[in-house]
């Protein structure tokens, strides 16, 4: 059973930090992409950022690009970590992570597993 547990959300002044972390666990695929979502209020959840399985290829969407940086670690679980800076209200949102297929080529990026976690609250005042 699929397990993603996000954590470190919060609330933050324009232009701080934040970092997240997801927990992953509970499956038997190897060589997983990782990727975060967000979700705004009363918007569809979108894809932010993710990460290739061996850590070196990562790829953002254009609005957060030289502002998140997306890692990870592999030992019996994955975790996954967003590095948040220069935060505006725009990145207000619920964030999540998954397992990503990628498509490079069309810059389709969608969620393998179909359960999600809880989520991480971030809310960014101005």
């Known amino acids: 059973q699929v397990k993603l547990v996000e954590s470190g959300g919060g609330l933050v002044q324009a232009g701080g930090s934040l970092n997240l972390s997801c927990a992953a666990s509970g499956w038997t695929l190897i060589n997983v992409n990782m990727g975060w979502w967000r979700q705004a209020p009363g918007k569809e959840r979108e894809f932010v950022a993710g990460i290739g399985w061996t850590g070196e290829r990562k790829w953002y969407v254009d609005s957060v690009k030289g502002r998140f940086a997306i890692s990870r670690i592999d030992t019996h679980i994955t975790t996954v970590y967003l590095h948040m800076n220069s935060l505006n209200p725009e990145d207000t949102a619920v964030y999540f992570c998954?397992?990503?297929?990628?498509?490079?080529?069309?810059?389709?990026?969608?969620?393998?597993?179909?359960?999600w976690g809880q989520g991480a609250q971030v809310t960014v005042s101005s």
């Open positions: 998954n397992a990503v297929k990628a498509n490079h080529n069309l810059g389709t990026y969608s969620p393998i597993f179909t359960s």
